[in-house]
Nanobody, 127 residues
Framework: QVQLVESGGGLVQPGGSLKLSCAAS????????MGWFRQAPGKEREFVVA????????TYADFVKGRFTISKDIAKMSSHLQMNSLTPDDTAVYYC????????????????????WGQGTQVTVSS
């Protein structure tokens, strides 16, 4: 059984930066897909970024392109989400998710295809 734990959330001013981390423990996958999703109060969970180990490529939601960057340690089944130029609209609980095997490129953004989730970490962007 794989467990995921996120860390690094907190309170940051608009324009600031945060770095989130996701670490896996337990019986980790040798090949997998891993994604970051977020959920703001009163809103549905939305896709942020995801990658797959088959080619190491990452895909980003349009609203984070140029601001967020994912780095990954595939062997350790961990990832880091560097978030820059944060705005109040980025306020949300951020979740790390994974599933064994590599999803199709077009499916990486679909939260219902991930079966392992972390507990989430709160990110609040406010002055």
């Amino acid at each position: 059984q794989v467990q995921l734990v996120e860390s690094g959330g907190g309170l940051v001013q608009p324009g600031g930066s945060l770095k989130l981390s996701c670490a896996a423990s337990g019986r980790t996958f040798s090949t997998y897909s891993m994604g970051w999703f977020r959920q703001a109060p009163g809103k549905e969970r939305e896709f942020v970024v995801a990658f797959r180990t088959s080619d190491g490529r990452a895909t980003y939601a349009d609203f984070v392109k140029g601001r967020f960057t994912i780095s990954k340690d595939i062997a350790k089944m961990s990832s880091h989400l560097q978030m820059n130029s944060l705005t109040p609209d980025d306020t949300a609980v951020y979740y790390c998710a994974a599933r064994g095997g590599s999803l199709n490129w077009s499916s990486l953004s679909l939260s219902n295809l991930y079966d392992v989730w972390g507990q989430g970490t709160q990110v609040t962007v406010s002055s």
